[in-house]
């Protein structure tokens, strides 16, 4: 994978659609080589995107990192949904049961 398909990568996962430049920029803010800050400047990213300019080595290095920790959100939230809908199976039962009434 080249570095610009890693950078699209990145960029569709974390916003879901074609519109990521400002959240990929905000996600490398924390690797920036001279220290960590909120983001860069989304225009490089925009740059990079197009071609117009040549990806910054430090920026690719952090694509599967930025990628990794997504992935690892997601997990999280998705085992977080998980449960709720286990907690919420189990209350729609009860609610069933409730309904339905004792039986004979």
Avoid: C, F
């Amino acid at each position: 994978m080249t570095p610009r398909e890693m950078l699209a990568r990145a960029g569709e996962a974390l916003t879901g659609d074609d519109n990521w430049a400002k959240a990929v920029a905000r996600a490398l803010g924390a690797y920036h080589p001279d220290g960590p800050r909120e983001t860069i400047d989304p225009r490089s990213v925009s740059r990079w995107r197009t071609g117009a300019m040549e990806i910054l080595p430090w920026a690719a290095a952090a694509l599967p990192h930025i990628l990794r920790d997504h992935a690892d959100r997601l997990e999280t939230e998705a085992g977080l949904l998980h449960d709720a809908a286990d907690d919420a199976m189990v209350a729609a039962d009860d609610i069933e049961r409730a309904l339905r009434g004792p039986r004979p």
